[in-house]
Every structure is written in structure tokens, then in C-alpha cells.
């Protein structure tokens, strides 16, 4: 079974700073493009920041500069700093692992695993 997940949520006045974690199962770490989405209740998800197995990073326009996205291979945790918080980032945040697996794993032919998700709060 493939474990996500999130932990470092919290409450931060408006201008802190948080970093969350996310933990996945090391079979499918060190392949996976790994992904933080934001999800306000009844709202569509949205990307937060990603990166590829390669360490290629994208952001969503409203966190560049904010927001750094990183893997440590070593640990298979995945960590999203976020500094500068606003009251427009309050959400859920997940933590998604996807990509296509090599025939004759468990991972084939796709994956896509995500965490329950982890709460931050910026009060305005």
C-alpha cells in the first residue's frame, strides 16, 4: 500500500512563514512527479508547485517567489516552503504523487496517489 502523507499545517498571521511535509512510500518517491495542490471547500484544486523526478520545478502564478518546492530523495519527503503567506492562501493543501509505471509493477500502467491533506490557515 502507498502512503502520502502531509504534515506542518497550521494557523500563520498574514506575512509568516510555514513549511509543510509530505512523506510518501520510497517505491514510488524516487520516480513520481511529486505535487502540492490547494483545495478551498467547493473550489476546483489547484496547483500549487510541482517537481519532476528530474528536480524541473513549476509554480502557479500566485505563489512565484513565495513558495519553493523541494524532494529529498534520502528521507522520500517532500517539502513546500511558504513564506510571505496571505490571506488568499488559506486551503487544504495535498500532496500528490503521479506518473507511469514500468511494465510488470504495481505501478503500471499509471499512478496517481494522493494525502488526505493538510490545513493552513492565514486569517485576514
Known amino acids: 500500500q502507498v502512503q502520502v502523507v502531509e504534515s506542518g499545517g497550521g494557523l500563520v498571521q498574514s506575512g509568516g512563514s510555514l513549511r509543510l511535509s509530505c512523506t510518501v512510500s520510497a517505491s514510488v518517491f524516487r520516480v513520481a512527479t511529486l505535487a502540492w495542490y490547494r483545495q478551498i471547500a467547493g473550489n476546483q484544486r489547484e496547483l500549487v508547485a510541482q517537481?519532476?523526478?528530474?528536480?524541473?520545478?513549476t509554480y502557479g502564478d500566485s505563489v512565484l517567489d513565495r513558495f519553493t518546492i523541494s524532494r529529498d530523495n534520502d528521507e522520500t519527503t517532500l517539502y513546500l516552503q511558504m513564506n510571505n503567506l496571505k490571506p488568499e492562501d488559506t486551503a487544504v493543501y495535498l500532496c500528490?504523487?503521479?506518473?507511469?509505471?514500468?511494465?510488470?509493477?504495481?505501478?503500471?500502467?499509471?499512478?496517481?496517489?494522493w494525502g488526505q491533506g493538510t490545513q493552513v490557515t492565514v486569517p485576514s
Open positions: 500528490n504523487a503521479r506518473g507511469t509505471g514500468s511494465p510488470g509493477t504495481f505501478l503500471f500502467p499509471s499512478y496517481d496517489f
Open positions: 517537481v519532476t523526478n528530474k528536480g524541473i520545478t
